[in-house]
């Protein structure tokens, strides 16, 4: 095989190893999303969700901080408040390494082994930090879920509801309840 068909297909195999590991949570939360929201529910708010629960399957640590209405309410010592979670769910490492390995062993029998590695990594690294850069925000006023070109704020009537799973802060009081199992529920 030539150097640069292995480079080539070393570089769809990480885009398709992204694409299916994505699709593999999307397609799930979607039916979710559509079965506790409706189809009128905000879809920008999808996507956050999918890319956070998407990383750490990659090694990225998930940062948790508890606000401190919730930490007074289940009585949790203030140097509790902020963690960060880093146990990696396996199942998506262990998908995205047997596409390396397949994509490797294509290159390495090809004997472009080099090239075809370091083809899939840059190509699985910019998708990886296209994700990350597509998150961002905390969707309050201040600082919105940025979704593409959109930004997306909940109502001040209350009539809104987001679940955040990461880096939770309420800056003003809240006006609605907040439990804690595992994700935080502000109004």
Known sequence: MQRLLVALLAAFDAAIAAAVGLVVLLAPLTLLWTLAFGITADWGALWPLTGTLWEP?????????IPDELLVALAIPSEAASFAVSITPLAFLLFTLLFAARSGSR?????????????????????????????????????????????????ADGTDRIVLLANVTVQAPATGTASNTASATAR
Do not use: M, N
């Open 57 to 65: 399957g990659h090694g990225v640590p998930l940062a948790v901080t």
């Open 107 to 155: 290159a390495a029998s090809a004997g472009a082994w080099l090239l075809g590695s370091l083809s899939g990594t840059v190509v699985f690294a910019a998708i990886s930090t296209g994700v990350a850069l597509t998150l961002t925000g905390t969707g309050t006023a201040g600082d919105p879920f940025v979704v593409g070109d959109r930004a997306r704020t909940l109502k």
